[in-house]
């Protein structure tokens, strides 16, 4: 079986900083995977070349059966479903939840000359209504909450069917009901065996969805321990990931951690 992502050696320099250090890393079919780590460990960095939108000082990275740097990425993008802030803050606020949806279809960001089918039309409100957004089809994305406006950039990322889904913090900023209403929803989804092999990255670990298969832990741009969950998600890893004595608790496949006293 083919992997839907491969990094090999995988390294970003800006200046003499590394955002990320010779990290390898693999997505098989059907993996879900959780990548944790602390702010600024490099985790929106790797996401950006999962995504196609950002290229490797050094290493490899083949996404989808393609190489990155021999491939046409606006070929490959639509292949990969991304909600990340970068995203969000492109969308444009007027547009109605439905067309923030629909026009993903068409790799644009506003909804202006295209002639739209009325086919994707209903597959954008079929996903909004799948998030439990659908009510708000018709109101100008600006005017969301923030738990909606996430729902509707996940529905937005999942509009072209993609064959990777790629999640960034998409619990950040929500209050508690938001938050388990989207990891009861991205719990659903992942369980869904048709669903696209899925990375969601955090750094909750009450922001896990039960279903996620795999974890990867980054700390300063470096691959800490990776493979699955049930190995991998330890007191001791996350200690070393967070770089504080942390202890896991784990209860109905729901996860938490506290500093050790
Ligand atoms: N253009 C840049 N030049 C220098 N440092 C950068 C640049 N872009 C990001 N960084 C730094 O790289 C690190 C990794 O960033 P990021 O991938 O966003 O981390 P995370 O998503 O894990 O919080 C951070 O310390 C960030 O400040
Ligand atoms: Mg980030």
């Not at 388990?180 to 989804?189: G, K, P």
């Not at 942390?246 to 951690?257: D, M």
Request: with cysteine.
């Amino acid at each position: 079986m083919s992997p839907v992502l491969n990094l090999s050696g995988v390294t970003v320099r800006r200046g003499r900083k590394l955002l990320l250090d010779e990290v390898d890393f693999g997505i098989a079919e059907g993996q879900r995977w959780v990548i944790l780590g602390p702010n600024g460990a490099g985790k929106t960095t790797l996401l950006q070349i999962a995504s196609a939108r950002l290229f490797p000082t050094a290493g490899s990275a083949q996404i989808l059966d393609e190489t990155l740097g021999g491939v046409d990425v606006f070929e490959l993008r639509p292949r990969i479903g991304l909600c990340s802030n970068s995203v969000a803050h492109t969308l444009p606020g007027r547009e109605t939840a439905l067309n923030v949806v629909v026009t993903a279809a068409y790799g644009v960001t506003g909804r202006w000359h295209e002639e739209y089918e009325k086919l994707d039309e209903r597959r954008a409100f079929e996903l909004l209504n799948d998030w439990g957004v659908g009510t708000v089809f018709d109101r100008p994305f600006a005017t969301l909450s923030e738990g909606e406006r996430k729902r509707v950039q996940i529905a937005r990322a999942l509009m072209t069917d993609p064959e990777l889904l790629l999640l960034d913090e998409p619990g950040a900023g929500l209050d508690l009901a938001g938050r388990e209403a989207l990891v009861a929803r991205t719990s659903a989804l992942v369980e869904d065996e048709s669903a696209p092999a899925t990375v969601l990255v955090t750094h909750h670990l009450e922001e896990i969805p039960p279903g996620f298969t795999h974890v990867l832990l980054l700390r300063e741009g470096q691959v800490v321990s990776a493979g699955p969950i049930a190995d991998t998600l330890t007191s001791e890893n996350l200690s070393a990931t967070f770089d504080m004595p942390l202890k896991l608790t784990e209860r109905e496949g729901r996860f938490s951690a506290f500093m050790k006293s």
